[in-house]
């Protein structure tokens, strides 16, 4: 069971480029979510999605675009590189009903925007 | 949605008992209190939630009071690997994204 699985682990873009990070879990969880961190600080909500087709917004959505055509998979597109989007990038999965103590996360994609 | 205060930081040394408050005034009828762990380089992960009184597990105790507008995460004996940020949350089991506060960076130290 790999539980979620994000890639890359490590990115380095330029400003203006665009790049999907990507998202799967195997546990046929209803919810996932896309949060970024920045240094000393805690995560912030990107977006998140209920089920295949449903995505809303969450904190932090501009420069960001999600969709979700799988239950499994819930990539997250940088459309044109940012410096502020340098972050760590992490996506969580969880059941329906769990609320705040099913969430399962990934690794984290660490990028850098130059 | 419950807002959580939480202190930056807490130092301490190994084998002392660490016990982390939480402030969330504002807290509705139906929301639990969670608490996440999240080492370095490394996404949160659940510790242990409570609704009210007291709820212990093999990693933590959580004692909640009856007006519920606090916690108190209780880690007995830490070691070093228990340096780590910690995260309280709150809200109910319909919520489809956590809301991550700062959270509370604890170093333990020998």
């Known amino acids: 069971n790999a539980g979620v699985t994000q890639t890359p682990k490590f990115q380095v873009l330029k400003t203006g480029q665009s790049m999907t990070l990507q998202c799967a879990q195997d546990?046929?969880?209803?919810?996932m979510s896309w949060y970024r961190q920045d240094p000393g600080m805690g995560l912030r909500l990107i977006h998140y999605?209920?089920?295949?087709?449903?995505?809303d917004q969450g904190e932090v959505p501009n420069g960001y675009n999600v969709s979700r055509s799988t239950t499994e998979d819930f990539p997250l597109r940088l459309l044109s590189a940012a410096p502020s989007q340098t972050s760590v990038y992490f996506c969580a999965s969880s059941l329906a009903g769990t609320g705040d103590r099913g969430a399962f996360f990934g690794q984290g994609t660490r990028l850098t925007v130059v | 949605l419950a807002k959580t205060t939480q202190p930056i930081s807490m130092d301490s040394y190994e084998g002392q008992e660490v016990n982390i408050t939480c402030s969330h005034n504002?807290?509705?009828?139906?929301?639990?209190i969670t608490w996440y762990q999240q080492f370095p380089s490394q996404g949160p992960r659940f510790i242990i939630q409570?609704?009210?009184t007291k709820v212990t597990n093999e990693v933590a105790s959580l004692f909640i009071p009856a007006d519920r507008k606090s916690s108190t995460l209780s880690l007995p004996r830490v070691s070093l690997s228990d340096t780590a940020v910690y995260y309280c949350?709150?809200?109910?089991?319909?919520?489809?994204?956590?809301?991550f506060g700062k959270g509370t960076t604890l170093s333990v130290s020998s």
């Open positions: 409570g609704y009210k």
């Open positions: 949350l709150v809200g109910s089991t319909t919520r489809t994204a956590l809301i």
């Open positions: 504002n807290i509705a009828t139906n929301d639990y």
């Open positions: 999605s209920v089920g295949a087709g449903i995505t």
């Open positions: 546990m046929n969880h209803e919810y």
